[in-house]
């Protein structure tokens, strides 16, 4: 964000929201390989959030595919009868993990319905859903699972590429690829038989994300991120997401980003009336203006029908607004009364953003800093890991700091693609530029260097107290 313009940000009031959750729910229970996103959505007044251990996923899988052998309870968890604790997942419907576990440890899990998830999450059937809303998609065309013809039937010549994706949700970017030519575009159905492809036309634009929170009466519509894809040094998938960084109005063209905000709130209501209920997330492109002074266009590319990892950013501007964190409006959608007050407020714009390191190949873990605040110093130098934020915010961080999430264990076999580390900035870490796979800034590289090369210096000890003379030592 390059000046003070606020940023417009929908929600409930932190103060009534909190005491609303008070009236229906004692604990939270974040389930996710990384508590990343649940220590961005503790505020004052809401019930505790916890986050209990929770098994590796299988290579390439976040947690909710996961096996859960015996789906062990939360450690120490007594009878619930009234149901006052409750458990919230990343990935819900990505696997039967989530609800396995919550099942065993008798926990409501508060997500969607299968159904209308499973129509969101697919590729092409999201596309029924964006005619209804409203919203403009690329050019595209759908690839049989069964009976394909020859590939350059399935090329359209005015294309200068295009994306190819199987319909199944996929949360690593491995079901993304880029055809530049009938040749590529081949090799894609090749590599994905007896799968039903969407082929879409590839568009120049600036990879935006959306997303926000279902109510019964009403969609929230949170911050606006640019979100990085696909970056080489980050990632071997051309499809990828790689981090994210937030924006305000002020980033982008004039009237762009309202027009982002009103795709995802026509989205997020489409979803609303086909009895979706909690948080959502709308990738989005807003394309090179045809012309000078023409207004790119706000394109829908998918829907993510559950958390994305970039609300973990975007609840902090929730929180600068005195609005409730999206962790807790997503309970509220679930467990609160019909007519949940909201309003728009306008956050003080914050720099905030985040890199996605993946594993380059398949292989073991490498050795990688545990989570933890860390500093970067003269000549790359790394120390950590620090005592934690003063508030415990990602706003207390200073300009050479960032907090780091182990996605993995070091050791444990990954495949290429698989996420390593979650790096959190207060600072803008690529330039805002159309396309996959930017540049990131040289601070932004020098992170990385630093995360992914020699171990990190340990913090200082404070000096040891001086004995009085002639006190034994113990």
Known sequence: M??????PVDGVDLERGARLLRAHVDKITWLDRSPFLGATAAAPGMPPIAAPPWPQPEPGERPGAAPVPGAAPVPGAAPDPGGRRVAVAFAPEHGPGARRWTAAAGLPLLAAGPAVTAQAADKIEALALFRAAGVDVPGH?????DGRDAAAAYWRP????????????????RGTRLARDVRELR????????????VARYLDGLPLTAGGCVLAGRVLVSAVSHQLVGVPCLTPHW?????????????????????????????????????????????????????????????????????????????????DAGLLPALGAHV???????????????APPRPLSQLVVHAPDDGPAAALPPSGRYRLGAGGRLTGPLPPPA?????????????????TVPGRPVRAGDELLLVQLPGRVAPLRHGNAPALLPHARAWLTALTGP?????????????PPGEPVR
């Open 391 to 407: 508030t415990g915010s990602l706003a207390s961080l200073a300009p050479d700091e960032a907090l780091v999430w182990a996605q």
């Open 455 to 467: 171990a990190p210096h340990p913090p200082p000890r404070p000096p040891a107290p001086r004995r």
């Open 332 to 346: 509220l959608a679930f467990r609160g009364p019909g007519d949940v007050p909201v309003r728009t407020a306008a």
């Open 239 to 319: 499809g990828a997401h790689c981090g994210n960084q937030l924006l305000g109005p002020s980033d982008l063209p004039p009237g762009a980003h309202t027009r982002v905000r009103e795709a995802a709130r026509r989205v997020g209501e489409e979803l609303r009336a086909r009895g979706f209920r909690g948080v959502f997330g709308l990738d989005l492109l807003l394309t090179a203006p045809p012309s000078p002074g023409a207004p790119g266009r706000v394109v829908a590319v998918e829907i993510n029908p559950r958390f994305q990892t970039v609300v973990s950013l975007t609840q902090q501007l929730e929180r």
């Open 141 to 145: 065309l759908v690839v049989p699972a």
């Open 158 to 173: 005015q294309w200068e590429a295009a994306v190819v994706q199987r319909r199944e949700n996929n949360l690593t970017g």
């Open 187 to 198: 090799a894609c159905l090749d590599a994905w038989p007896g799968h039903a492809l969407r």
């Open 2 to 7: 390059t000046d003070s313009t606020p940023v």
